[in-house]
């Protein structure tokens, strides 16, 4: 569960780095304009901020199906889970570690004369430890925005609650029926100076008073019905969490205050275009007569006047004088950019770039696992030094199996790597068959089969390196967990064990006395519900039966070959009379359908 959290961590992490610099030099270009003698329309810039915090508010990486970044910002791997999974010391780091091991005095001093600073009896910090720290950190102040702004949030509803009284007059309620065109809840809250709209489930309009007079009333209302068609809420809400996720970007939070400033302009454009100018006399009246000592509302709720300062800025938009442009064109082509951006700029953990061509088009699971024929296994295997795909193993429970390999665990978890550098061709979770899976494509024709996993830390169009950390597998009940690996070139199966220079008990090539009979006699390949997924997914195999079927001895033992010895029956966690059978080596369940004889 630790590793889940950490990997989710990571991915936020890159993501959002990722996106920062030119999400960053938008929002620049952005602020320049609105201080640039070009003209636009607020409303141009509400849509800006809109597709800008929806981007920062969902730190997610974009991606699509089989097509990897041309251009990628590498960073380090996250720490690997096992020591000869991924070197994250420098040979430089490594030779500082071992003088001091040797000489701790020395070593020490030297390196203090550099201005390096050592504990007693500590190492240094390795890159992936710092990469922790740092992770913690941000999401530590991510959390605490979060909680800051939607706790003050809370406080500022409940002051509400307490506050305010419903407004019962007939010819204001009149007014709002005719505005909003259905009964939309009205108060009077005294201690607020600005008419407002506020809740995200229950909208609210909260006015200062109740005697406010009803042509002016009719333009505050319509106003906040604005906001309320065009979902501003909505809007100020993204711009909390991206303020919260991007808390260490300053452009972010100037972004966040420029679109409170241009939510507002933009109703005050749809207000007064097309209007007379004694309408936009009036309507400024209304604004100015707002604007007195008070309490503001709260940053989640909209503002009809606002404070002196932003109401300042909307005047000088309302009565500029300057044609404003929609610039729609210009609005599509800011919109594709940042889709653009989010698909081409990103941050991966590997260690080498891949380019387009390099993410060749996997082949389907029934291709990849189809089983060749005799002369498949003659194929060379691949020139390469290849790494152990699970380097915390048994090598007592080794079994060769399908011209692949069954890797067990030798503890509770342990981590899946790449066995070479490619990128990762295809990420399937919870298969029928194979569990939760990936495929690895090496180039030449080559590709590299992980199947059985516990998780997966990888996407798809990933570049990897030797030794990257794939994933893990996960032992429950103390029991340890197998990973199936193949090797494949050109859709054919090399002969995997000699690839990595390792000799198993190899299932395929079963003595007389390693040949088990059927334990139900009814059963057989046809009367197989489920097979055998692995020690923890499903340790053997499920044989269906009627009730009552005699079961027999697959071996002798304490008990003979071929004796019966029970009944088949449906007790326990059962869904049906069947039998579960399994096949134990050192006390570890391998397939026990290899070993069976066919039933005619």
């Known amino acids: 569960m630790r590793k889940r959290v950490s990997n989710v961590l990571y991915e936020l992490a890159l993501t959002i780095f990722g996106f920062t610099p030119w999400v960053s030099l938008l929002i620049l270009l952005l602020l320049l304009l609105r201080k640039s003698r070009i003209s636009l329309s607020a409303q141009f810039y509400r849509a800006a901020w809109w597709i800008l915090a929806l981007r920062c508010a969902i730190p997610f990486p974009l991606r699509l199906p089989r097509f990897t970044p041309t251009l990628t910002v590498q960073l380090p791997v996250l720490s690997a889970w096992h020591p000869s999974a991924a070197d994250l010391h420098t040979v430089a780091q490594n030779s500082i570690i071992a003088e001091i091991a040797a000489n701790p005095g020395e070593a020490s001093a030297g390196l203090q ?4 600073p050592l504990l007693s009896n500590h190492a240094l910090l390795s890159l992936a430890e710092i990469t922790g720290v740092l992770m913690v950190l941000w999401l530590a102040r991510t959390l605490l925005v979060l909680c800051l702004r939607f706790g003050s949030y809370g406080f500022f509803m409940h002051q509400l609650h307490k506050t305010r009284a419903t407004i019962i007059s007939p010819d204001l309620l009149a007014v709002r029926d005719e505005v909003f065109g259905k009964p939309l809840p009205l108060y009077s809250c005294p201690s607020f100076h600005s008419p407002s709209l506020a809740g995200f489930f229950r909208k609210a309009i909260y006015l200062p008073s109740d005697d406010i007079p009803e042509q002016q009333l009719r333009l505050i ?3 906040e019905n604005c906001h309320a068609r065009r979902h501003d809420l909505v809007l100020k809400l993204l711009l909390v969490f991206s303020t919260a996720f991007c808390w260490f970007n300053p452009l972010i939070w100037r972004m966040a205050k420029a679109a409170d400033e241009d939510i507002e302009c933009a109703c005050d454009e749809v207000m007064l275009h097309g209007k007379s100018l004694a309408f936009c006399q009036e309507y400024g009246r209304v604004l100015l007569n707002t604007l007195k000592a008070g309490q503001l509302p709260h940053g989640l709720s909209t503002s009809f006047a606002g404070d002196a300062r932003q109401l300042h800025h909307r005047f000088e938009a309302m009565y500029s004088g300057l044609p404003k442009k929609q610039a729609k064109p210009l609005l599509a082509l800011f919109c594709a950019s940042v889709i653009a951006s989010s ?4 941050c991966t953990p590997a260690n080498q770039s891949s380019s387009l061509a ?9 291709a990849e696992r189809a089983t060749g024929d005799a002369s498949d296994s003659n194929v060379a295997a691949p020139s390469a030094d ?3 795909p699970l380097p915390d193993y048994k090598p007592e429970l080794l079994v060769v199996k399908n011209n692949g390999l069954e890797f067990y665990s030798a503890a509770p978890e342990a981590a899946v790597v790449a066995t070479a550098a490619g990128t990762v061709a295809k990420v399937v979770s919870g298969d029928a068959v194979y569990g939760n899976y990936l495929i690895i494509d090496h180039g030449s024709g080559i590709t590299s089969f992980y199947a059985f996993c516990d998780t997966i830390q990888v996407a798809e169009g990933r570049s990897v390196s030797q030794g990257s950390v794939l994933g893990s597998v996960m032992s429950a009940k103390g029991k340890n967990a197998m990973l199936y690996f193949e090797l494949r070139q050109d859709g054919n199966a090399v002969d995997t064990s000699a690839a990595l220079g390792l000799i198993g008990i190899d299932s395929s090539e079963a003595s007389d006395t390693q040949v088990l009979v059927y334990p139900v006699a ?6 197989m519900s489920r097979g055998f997924t692995g020690a923890d997914a499903h340790a053997g195999l499920d044989l269906r039966g009627q009730t009552g079927t005699p079961i027999f001895a697959a071996a002798g033992g304490t008990v003979q070959a071929g004796q019966q010895i029970a ?6 966690n059962s869904t049906g009379p069947h039998l579960h059978f399994e096949l134990l080596q050192n006390d570890q369940p391998i397939d026990p359908e290899p070993f069976l004889q066919p039933v005619e």
């Open 386 to 388: 290849w790494a152990v």
């Open 343 to 346: 698909l081409f700029f990103a």
């Open 358 to 366: 390099d993410a060749l088009a996997p082949a389907s699971v029934g």
């Open 567 to 572: 009944t088949l029956g449906s007790s326990g």
């Open 113 to 116: 004369r550099f201005g390096i």
């Open 522 to 527: 009814s059963s057989g390949a046809k009367g």
């Open 221 to 223: 209302l319509q106003h």
